[in-house]
Structure formats: structure tokens, C-alpha cells
């Protein structure tokens, strides 16, 4: 069966290297480069986390894990970094949290604001939060690269800077002229899934931005957090190699602005948002330096319930496995994408288009 990718985001290197594995004869196409910055997976830190409200993703966390050893067991590298996680904050509802947790057998505590200040005396919670030991953060660039290579090393083809532009049936055609005939297309494409596929009405794209704040003191990893209180939202992280590890990286969700598609990510900060967070770390992160030393955009692309996308409709599978927050998944989502291109199996019904 030859079935072409397009995308090399964590998505569609994840499904290239499945479906190389299962046999398939696999072209891999790359607008730009694998984990290029102008879409979703690039970074070396994002949030690993077992804490949903929906039991569904949580336990689809626990799957993930494994196949994120699966992966560090065939390629020699790490790219899970335990740190822990915090959730707070009353919309957060760490009460609810915990008890999803304690439903699929994930260890975690529930802790007062006092006790998370005595553990991490740089979080000020303000409140009640849910600590779970076995989060993380994954290195996203570096899994999308060596997801490529497994996929080359299992007989697929890769090619970079091939901008699709149409895709007719199951052939693929670029704007200077070139086609790859398939018998199958997984459209993998992200923030520019609106281009190639205009009939998902569904899809928003985010053009967001994140910061790193730099710790007052070197130590242990500081945890992972959400925090969804009545005003501000945001999320934090122990920065990675694009950070220099000497820092947290700060966001706020929905603190950006939509645009049609990811060529419209201009990489330029919003001031406004710049001034929200550094506010924000002021107040609840006393043991960053309020002051970023590094700072990125990076897109998002959303549907309205956050769940993903993943359906297959003859000879396309249309897979959008982000709304914020699939890069945990990615080793797994890669399986679940191949086995529908392939017919091995549906993906689930909450997966599919509407």
C-alpha cells in the first residue's frame, strides 16, 4: 500500500514511522523542514501530563507513555523528562482532577497552598492543587526528528521543502509541478490543514506565545502546572535545550489571536500578553526572575470541543491531533492515525468529523 504524509510535525512523523513499520510504502512530504518553527512541534518542552477532567484522555495518557518508551527504546534517547505536575485554580477543580486519577490507579495528592509553598517556595498557588509525580515534559523537535528517521530507516521516503498544494483523490501535487501518486493520503498538515482541506469549519488556528523566565536559584526541576483560576489562565513548564534549562517556560491560554492558516504566524509578540505574564509570574512564580529571556510564538490549531481529528473518508485521513495539547500523545496518536489509513482500525467515534 503506498500512502503519502503530508507533514512532518509530531503528527505525521509519528504516522510515517507506523506506517513504515506495518509495511506500507511510505512518502513523507515537508513543506519546510521536520519540526520547523513555524508550526506546532517545534520546542524541546512540552507538557506531559495524566490530569483530565475526562477520563478518556487520561487513560489515552497512560498509552502514550508506553509508546513514548517504545520510542526511546528504539532510538537510544530520551524524550520524557520527569518533573511532576500541578494543577490549581477553581476552574482547574483539582477535587474533580484527583478523582479521575484515582479511578485509572495514577498517584497523586492533594495538597493545601501552604504545603505546595513548602515544598516549591517559588508557586504561590493561592489554594487548594493536585500534585501528580509521574508528569513530565517530552522534547518535541527531538521526537519529531528521530520519528523521521525511524520512518527512513524502515523504507519511507522523506522529502523536504515540498509545499503541497492540491490534493486530487489520492494524488498529491505541489506548485512547481511535482506528484506523488499514492493509494492512500494522510493529510498531517496542522495550521495548514484549512488550505488542503477547506471543509473543516471546525478547525481554528492560534497564533500563541510563550516565555522563559529564569529560576532565582538553580535546583531540582521545578514541576509542570496549570492554573485555571477566574481571570488569567496559563500553564508552566521547565524549559528545554531551546531554553537553555535554566528556566521556566510561562504561557497563557488563549492569550493570542486567531489567523486563517500557520503561514500567517508572524513570530511577533504581543506586548500586551508580554506584560499579562510578566504580571502574572510577579504574583504567583516568586522564585523566577520576572524578567523573560526568551520568548516564541507558536500555533495552535483548535476545535471547539478540543477533542482531535482523525477520520478517514475513502482515500484520505484527515488527522488534526492538537487542539492544544497532543504532543503527549504522539508516538500513540501516530499508531491510531496508521491503523485507519490502513483499515486496521477505527479510530474513535469522538475522532471523527462531523
Known amino acids: 500500500m503506498r500512502v503519502a504524509v503530508v507533514g512532518a510535525g509530531l503528527a505525521g512523523s509519528a504516522t510515517a514511522w507506523r506506517l513504515a513499520q506495518r509495511g506500507a510504502e511510505v512518502t513523507l512530504l515537508e513543506r519546510a523542514s521536520p519540526a520547523n518553527p513555524q508550526g506546532s512541534s517545534h520546542g524541546s518542552a512540552r507538557i506531559f501530563r495524566y490530569a483530565y477532567a475526562d477520563p478518556f484522555y487520561a487513560r489515552l495518557v497512560a498509552q502514550a507513555r508506553e509508546h513514548w518508551a517504545e520510542l526511546e527504546d528504539a532510538t537510544g534517547e530520551t524524550f520524557f523528562r520527569c518533573t511532576g505536575s500541578l494543577d490549581f485554580g477553581a476552574t482547574r ?3 474533580q482532577l484527583a478523582a479521575v486519577l484515582t479511578g485509572i490507579g ?12 513548602s515544598r516549591w517556595p517559588g508557586i504561590h498557588t493561592g489554594g487548594p492543587a493536585l500534585w501528580h509525580p509521574d508528569a513530565g515534559v517530552v522534547d518535541a523537535a527531538a521526537a519529531v526528528l528521530a520519528m523521521t528517521d525511524l520512518a527512513r530507516k524502515a523504507g519511507a521516503t522523506v522529502h523536504e521543502n515540498w509545499t503541497v498544494t492540491a490534493v486530487e483523490g489520492s494524488t498529491v501535487r505541489s506548485g512547481d509541478g511535482r506528484s506523488v501518486i499514492a493509494d492512500h493520503v494522510v493529510l498531517a498538515a496542522g495550521g495548514w490543514l484549512p488550505e488542503l482541506f477547506p471543509g473543516l469549519p471546525q478547525l481554528r488556528i492560534r497564533q500563541e506565545q510563550a516565555y522563559h523566565f529564569p529560576y532565582r536559584e538553580q535546583g531540582p526541576d521545578w514541576p509542570s502546572f496549570i492554573h485555571k483560576g477566574t481571570g488569567i489562565q496559563t500553564y508552566g513548564l521547565p524549559g528545554g535545550r531551546d531554553a537553555e534549562h ?19 504566524n508572524d513570530g511577533v509578540i504581543d506586548p500586551a ?16 526572575i520576572p524578567e523573560p529571556y526568551a520568548e516564541a510564538t507558536c500555533v495552535f490549531t483548535m476545535t471547539p470541543t478540543e477533542d482531535f481529528v482523525i477520520d478517514t473518508r475513502g ?5 488534526s491531533p492538537c487542539s492544544g495539547h497532543g504532543a503527549k500523545f504522539a508516538p500513540l496518536l501516530g499508531a491510531i492515525i496508521a491503523d485507519s489509513a490502513m483499515g486496521l482500525a477505527e479510530p474513535a467515534e469522538r475522532f471523527r468529523l462531523g
Not at 495514577?106 to 509553598?117: G, I, P
Not at 500578553?273 to 523566577?288: F, Q
Not at 482515500?315 to 488527522?319: E, I, N, R, S, Y
Open 93 to 95: 477543580r483539582p477535587e
Open 106 to 117: 495514577v498517584e497523586h495528592e492533594l495538597l493545601s497552598a501552604a504545603s505546595v509553598s
Open 246 to 264: 535554566r528556566g521556566h517556560k510561562v504561557a497563557e491560554y488563549f492569550g493570542g489571536h486567531e489567523i486563517p492558516t500557520a503561514a500567517f
Open 273 to 288: 500578553n508580554r506584560r499579562r505574564i510578566i504580571a502574572y509570574v510577579e504574583r504567583h512564580l516568586p522564585g523566577l
Open 315 to 319: 482515500p484520505l485521513t484527515v488527522a
